[in-house]
C-alpha cells in the first residue's frame, strides 16, 4: 500500500515539474483557428465571456507567440499561447451563423466607413459593405450588424 502511495507521488511530482517547464504548451500552425482569453484585458466585466473568438493564426512565431487575427474586423494581435485555445483546423468553413456569433461578443469594433449596401434575395435581408478602421472591407448582413457594438468618428 505505502508503496502505491509512493508511485502516485512520486508520478504527480513528475507532471508537476514538466508542467512548470512549459512542456505542455501547444504549438498552433499557421491557418487554425483558436479562442483568444481576454482575462488579462483591463476594465472588463468580470462577468464577461473568458474566452472570445474564433481568430484565425496568421503566424507562429519564437517562445511560443502567435500572431492572431480577428475574422470580422482583419485586427492582427501578438497572443501568447497560454492564452489561445484550440477551436478548429484550417478547414473550418467561416458561415454568416459563425460570424454573427463572433460579432455577439461584448467587443467594440472601430468602423472607418459603411461604404454601400444592398438588397440579398436569398436571405431576404440587407448587407452591408462594411470598412473596419484596421483596413479590412467585409459584407456583412444587417442581422450580424445589429449584434455588434459600433463606434465611429463622430458618433457612438
Known amino acids: 500500500m505505502h508503496r502505491a502511495v509512493a508511485d502516485a507521488r512520486l ?5 508537476n515539474k514538466k508542467r512548470e517547464r512549459g512542456d505542455n504548451m501547444v504549438n498552433f500552425s ?3 483557428y483558436v479562442l483568444r482569453s481576454r482575462v488579462d484585458e483591463k476594465g472588463q466585466n468580470k462577468l464577461l465571456v473568458t474566452w472570445v473568438g474564433p481568430y484565425v493564426v496568421t503566424a507562429a ?3 511560443n507567440a502567435s500572431k ?4 470580422v474586423i482583419g485586427e492582427e494581435l501578438d497572443v ?5 485555445k484550440f477551436f478548429a483546423d484550417k478547414d473550418l468553413e467561416v458561415t454568416e451563423e459563425l460570424l454573427e456569433h463572433v460579432a455577439a461578443q461584448s467587443i467594440i469594433l472601430l468602423v472607418r466607413e459603411l461604404i454601400r449596401h444592398r438588397w440579398n434575395d436569398q436571405s431576404r435581408s440587407y448587407e452591408i459593405l462594411v470598412g473596419w478602421f484596421y483596413g479590412v472591407v467585409r459584407l456583412l448582413s444587417v ?5 455588434m457594438i459600433l463606434v465611429s468618428t463622430g458618433y457612438q
Not at 508520478?11 to 507532471?15: A, D, E, I, N, V
Not at 492572431?68 to 475574422?71: D, R, T
Open 11 to 15: 508520478k504527480q511530482t513528475l507532471l
Open 30 to 32: 499557421e491557418g487554425d
Open 61 to 63: 512565431q519564437a517562445y
Open 68 to 71: 492572431v487575427k480577428h475574422l
Open 80 to 84: 501568447h499561447a497560454s492564452r489561445l
Open 143 to 147: 442581422r450580424v450588424i445589429k449584434q
